[in-house]
């Protein structure tokens, strides 16, 4: 019996986190993983060792804002919300995910 893989494609997760962002609420790394496993229906997840190294170059490279709160829970965690250049950054990586999507379907289809 093959183990059904819910990995997410190396490249997807910037398009993943900005678009989770992209209605400028502020959210904490497992709220991002929370709402991303929700919204895929279980089907992706997200998992700490590459969403917090991910978040951290996605502040460097200015597309998020960082910041420390409390969370729900009365915790302190960073928080983050999407910048101009985050949403400018958002736009290309749709752009590249259709011409991704767009070539494997063509591949698929291909008889």
Known sequence: MT????????G???LLVLKTLADGRRM???AITAHIQRVSAD????EEGSLYP????MAQDGWLRAE???TEK???ARFYTITKAGKRQLALEEE??????????????YV
């Open 3 to 10: 183990r059904q893989k819910n990995d997410i494609l190396q």
């Open 12 to 14: 997807t997760l910037v």
């Open 28 to 30: 904490h790394g497992y």
């Open 43 to 46: 089907l992706l997840r997200v």
């Open 54 to 57: 991910a978040l951290h170059r």
């Open 68 to 70: 420390w709160g409390m």
């Open 74 to 76: 009365n915790r302190q």
């Open 96 to 109: 590249s995910w259709a011409r991704l999507c767009s070539g494997v379907q063509r591949v698929l289809r």
